[in-house]
């Protein structure tokens, strides 16, 4: 069963640094998506990205957020200068065509920890 | 929004019952999606349900959608142990972009 990994894990950063989180989609997966998820809170739509261009995003992605697809592989949410209350855990997914009656595929996540 | 409520925010169930979960919506879509969660994991796809569909199955999951009533339950039979965690329902509208919208999830616990 193809995966979509995420790296790191785990990660813990100062407020105000810089943080990057990577995701390998699944390979034939058209459409990628950041999705992210407080302690205890439901899971709230971030940022979607459809022929290496965000095709949607959400009041959350302000300009401190970004993403890139740089090499046809990887999927990176980059944070410029992190918050607090950016602390959550930051899920990667991606999907194909639509109307496949498939699901989404979501990664492990990324747990992240502003200190 | 799109996304409504789910219902009950928390469940506890002897195991071998069966769990009904609710989920309620707030405009049209293509499709609604049922994903489980176990605790600090990411999300793992159980079943896909169109608009045009009102009912569902898979192993122990039978899902309905009444799209008049904006509404889709999901019920897990014959409850396991293992069937132990998050349960979330999310919307796919194909307006422009495509995405999903959660709902606020359902926590199921399965005593033994």
């Known amino acids: 069963e193809p995966e979509v990994t995420q790296t790191p894990s785990h990660q813990v950063t100062q407020m105000g640094q810089e943080v990057i989180l990577r995701c390998v989609p699944i390979?034939?997966?058209?459409?990628f998506y950041w999705y992210r998820q407080i302690l205890g809170q439901k899971v709230e739509f971030l940022v979607s990205?459809?022929?290496?261009?965000?095709?949607?995003k959400s009041e959350i992605f302000d300009d401190q957020f970004s993403v890139e697809r740089p090499d046809g592989s990887n999927f990176t949410l980059k944070i410029r200068s992190t918050k607090l209350e950016d602390s959550a855990m930051y899920f990667c997914?991606?999907?194909?065509?639509?109307?496949?009656?498939?699901?989404?595929?979501f990664g492990s996540g990324t747990r992240l920890t502003v200190v | 929004s799109q996304q409504g409520e789910e219902d009950p925010q928390a469940l506890s169930i002897q195991e071998g019952e069966n769990a009904t979960m609710n989920c309620s919506y707030k405009?049209?879509?293509?499709?609604l999606q049922w994903y489980r969660q176990n605790s600090g994991r990411g999300l793992v796809h159980l079943i896909l349900?169109?608009?045009?569909?009102r009912e569902k199955h898979s192993g122990r999951l039978r899902v309905t959608l009444d799209t008049s009533k904006k509404s889709s339950s999901l019920l897990i039979t014959a409850s396991r142990a293992a069937d132990t965690a998050s349960y979330f329902c999310?919307?796919?509208?194909?307006?422009?972009?495509?995405?999903?919208?959660f709902g606020q999830g359902t926590r199921l616990t399965i005593n033994p």
């Open positions: 390979s034939n997966h058209l459409y």
């Open positions: 349900i169109r608009s045009n569909e």
């Open positions: 999310a919307t796919e509208k194909w307006q422009g972009a495509q995405k999903l919208v």
């Open positions: 990205f459809y022929n290496n261009e965000i095709s949607e």
């Open positions: 997914a991606s999907t194909g065509l639509r109307d496949r009656g498939r699901g989404y595929t």
């Open positions: 405009t049209s879509i293509n499709n």
